[in-house]
């Protein structure tokens, strides 16, 4: 029962951890990158490059792949499909609700 919930208390322990250093190494990151050195093209490039980088990252760990490889492409590519989709039903939506309102 003790080693139960040691394990919890270590899971729960690590994932806060790893969320907060993650994070504060992008805050950190972002930031000096922002006051210093990147145009606002350059800065919506790199977003998207760190954004893929947490999705590969959180996808590794989650799902006990080594390292970078065809699989995380493939997933992110995935990812970019089903958003494009969704974004293109929520412009549809967004089309009728307009000629709804001027009815």
Request: net charge neutral; charged share 25%; no cysteine.
């Amino acid at each position: 029962m003790i080693s139960l919930l040691t394990n919890i208390v270590l899971d729960a322990t690590f994932g806060v951890a790893w969320w907060v250093t993650k994070n504060s190494y992008y805050g950190i990151k972002n930031g000096v990158n922002y006051l210093f050195f990147y145009t606002e093209e350059e800065a919506s490039t790199q977003k998207m490059k760190n954004i893929k980088d947490s999705l590969i990252l959180d996808y590794s760990i989650t799902n006990k792949i080594p390292e970078y490889n065809e699989y995380n492409d493939f997933f992110i590519s995935n990812v970019n499909k089903l958003m494009n989709e969704k974004n293109s039903k929520i412009a549809k939506l967004e089309e009728k609700i307009k000629l709804l309102e001027h009815k």
